[in-house]
């Protein structure tokens, strides 16, 4: 009999099913501490948590029989993920749970908006009657404006064509198939949708690029009956620029789910009749509750039983593979990252290049390796050798291949080559003596860079004393170049700069970069 224990709330579904299992039991002790938890986790074959468990290394310490982790929810920053590798445990979430939740707390809001839904109320039970104060607006024919097209970016899309309403789609990674089927006019171009919206929704991840990715210069692009929805992640709109876009009515309205800090320490927002707040209840709903929890409940299940393994975090490994096919996949998926900080706009084709003997190998997992790289900063689950394929098959990306076993200038080089509406990139690495990974060209800039976890990259104006300008500055701000590469294209006067650092440069060190008179582009990196 396989003993599952839950230590947070769950939906009684989910404890049903397990239960209605002959060879499962579930054992819930909710509130437990840590103490408590390290000394009896290893009783049990399988752990399912929500937020509030905290699986510390200090829990997995001695693991005993159990096998996987199931979290009922999308965030798994509560799990000692690397601890839970190293001792052969598995680690499951259940992205898909809330999709529908999300979505239609999007529309709610958007409706909400609308019709003045909140202030009218507010109104009426004070006693007043002012129906001409509260007029609103149809959604029917009103152009939505949808960054961020995965699953709840397109459940929201199929929901607002119920509405008649007119959809303009913008993914900053790639699009999936179906969208321009279902009626979605694609667009590659931000300011189109800014321009053109009615009703702008975000439904992208947090990260480097989306971080502030509205803020007040955008928002002066947009008509002055738009409105913004952000069901996604706190910090994508720019909170201090949109209360002041709603205070001046320079737009009109916005539904705020998230917030930078959880509970939010701006609270001005209360005072405006424009804007609704909601304290992140997007996934709050009976029915996500239900589904997150009987899907945690099957996973771990079929997990546990030896089947198949779904929504992991932490597998398969690496383990077992010969080592140069390591030291490969290990680089790939650097040059994965690098690339996805480097490239602008939606992508178009892939392909990635091995040459030399390295190409007489098998090399699907270094091309696998790749594909998590370029990914990974574009979703907010983890992406890994269980579901890369799934997730770029569902954006329409395909990554084209070819080996090529003739030896060129190296032994063997792995090449990535990434296409958007706005460019070509192109990156080239290999690995000297089996065990040194290298960058060795950029764009055609020959260099050669170890790519370590924070990464500069600088194209520059081929001139005396960029060198000495870029390592001052970095000097200023504590922060040490680890290795460092320089590229020229000396008929175009043209050069490329290529650091390791020893931590990331901040927003402050990185303003400061971008104002050298020599700097043409300027990257900034944290490698997986």
Known sequence: MYRILITDKLAQEGIDLINSAEDFEAVVRTGIKEEELASIIGDYDGLIIRSDTKVTAKVLERPGKLK??????????????????????????????NTLSAAEH???????????IVPACNSLKRGEWDRKRYTGNQLNNKTL????????????AKMALGFNMKILGYDPFAAPKDAEQLGIVLTDSLERIYKESDYIT?????????????????????KPTCRLINCARGGIIN???????????????????????????????????????????????E????????????????????GVIRNAVNAPTMAGLPPIISQYAALAQRIGSLMSAMVHGPLKNVHIEFRGSIAEKNVDPIATSFAIGLLQPHFDTVVNMVNVNVLAKERGISIDQTKNPEIKNFESTFSATVETDQGKRTIVGTVFGGNLPRIIEIDGFPIE???????????????????????????????????????????????????????????????????????DELYICKLQ
């Open 202 to 222: 975000v439904h992208v991840p947090k990260n480097e690029k989306t971080l502030n990715m509205i803020t007040a210069k955008e928002m002066k692009i947009m």
């Open 68 to 97: 996987g982790i199931a979290r009922a929810g999308v965030g798994i920053d509560n799990v000692d993920v690397p601890t839970a590798t190293r001792k052969g445990i598995l680690v499951m979430n259940t992205p898909g749970g």
């Open 239 to 285: 909170e201090e620029d949109l209360f002041n876009a709603l205070a001046a009515k320079t737009i009109a309205g916005a539904a705020l789910d998230v917030f930078s800090k959880e509970p939010p320490e701006n609270t001005r927002f209360k005072d405006l009749d424009n804007c609704l707040v909601t304290p992140h209840l997007g996934a709050s709903t």
């Open 145 to 156: 404006g949808i960054i961020g097209l995965g699953r709840i970016g397109m459940a929201v």
């Open 106 to 116: 999007t529309m709610a809001l958007m409706l909400a908006l609308s019709r003045n």
């Open 287 to 306: 029915e996500a509750q239900i589904e997150v929890a009987v899907e945690a409940a099957q996973i771990l299940m079929d997990a546990i039983r030896g």
């Open 449 to 519: 860079v170890t790519p370590e976890e924070a990464m500069l990259i600088i194209f520059n104006k081929d001139k005396p004393g960029v060198i000495g300008a870029v390592g001052t500055l970095l000097g200023s701000y504590g922060i040490n170049i680890n290795t460092m590469g320089v590229g020229h294209k000396r008929s175009e006067g043209k050069a490329i700069l290529a650091f390791s650092l020893d931590k990331l440069p901040d927003e402050k060190a990185a303003e400061d970069l971008k104002k050298l008179d020599f700097v």
